[in-house]
């Protein structure tokens, strides 16, 4: 089983369990976690639910992108937003669980593995824990509800890490927002094992500690600087010609240009409208696009099937972007928006 849900003691506990595949969330897995929360919502047995992941290398780096690909590279591009519509429920439906959701998330906590764990009450890392929202790399944009997270970063620190795929270690993750506490690893089974016998997450707290530093606080007021430009092309300009400058425009220019611009222009709606379906139906509106217009088969391509990491994208720069493909890309799919159910 790639997935396994039970109750534990106190608690309702999820546990992703395909540590090859860096447990990459598919569409089973997101089908069961959503009747595992309904069947916890009214059970007075359990306390709050606990969501970890087998293996040390990711709590979840993604979403299931071989299967999206292996779809729409023979057409059917309703598999992928059938999957991204459900996936979005649940994202929507753990940001407004009514018990506290718990999620330890050691290694790479990414897109999907980000929509399943940081959108809950109690966000705990641990020393191995990187954070990051990297899908402009593969034709995507931050999804799962993640504009939602970036836009109330600190700041303009969403539109950097959105833009360029960051990993944040667990101090990084706790400054821009993505999560609450940071635990030492060697620490999370008395923490599971307490919370299994008392369902009680102030232990949380107890065993808390100050994390190893991390860069985004001392880089944030140059983010700031740059990344609260108007537009991309001005953004790009501001960077300054140094070190930092110069990492962060490579990553900016490694992402598809149709992802970077309309990531910009949704971590901005994401932070006027103010609520995560708001988000996630802005998002929506793109990925159900990503493989039929947008460069999303492209962008898999080369990263996860043929690994030759030279996408070639259909615009040939950001700036070749043009205002109205943006409108096109965050218009109203043809499908109508993703409807949410009443919380």
Known sequence: MSIRTRKTGRIGQITLQRPEALNAVSHDMVRAMDAALEAWRDDDD???????????????????????????????????????????????KISAYPKPYV?????????GGVGVALHGSHRVLGESSRVAMPEC?????????GTHLLANSPGHLGEYLGLTGYRMNASDALHAGFADFFVPEALWRELVEALIETGDT??????????????????????????????????????????????????????????????????????????????????????SRSASEGDFIEGIRAAIIDKDRNPRWQHGSVAAVSASEVEVMLSE?????????PA
């Open 46 to 92: 359990v306390a709050c639910v606990l969501i970890d992941a087998d293996g040390s290398k990711a709590f979840s780096a993604g979403g299931d992108l071989q299967y999206m690909h292996e779809t729409a590279s023979k057409g059917d591009f309703e598999a992928s937003r059938t999957f991204w519509r459900d996936e979005y429920r649940l994202n929507a």
């Open 103 to 111: 999620a330890l998330c050691q290694g790479f906590t990414m897109g």
């Open 137 to 145: 790399a593969i034709g995507l944009v931050p999804d799962v509800g």
């Open 202 to 287: 102030s232990v949380i707290q107890s065993m808390a500690e100050d994390p190893e530093d991390g860069t985004l606080m001392g880089v944030q007021a140059r983010v700031d600087a740059c990344f609260g430009k108007d537009s991309l092309a001005e953004i790009i300009a501001s960077l300054p010609d140094d070190d930092w400058g110069q990492a962060t425009l490579k990553a900016i220019r490694a992402g598809s240009p149709i992802s970077a611009n309309c990531t910009l222009e949704l971590v901005r709606r994401a932070r006027r409208d103010g609520t995560i379906e708001g988000a996630l139906r802005q998002e929506y509106r793109f990925t």
């Open 333 to 341: 799919p043809p499908g109508g928006d993703i409807i949410f159910e």
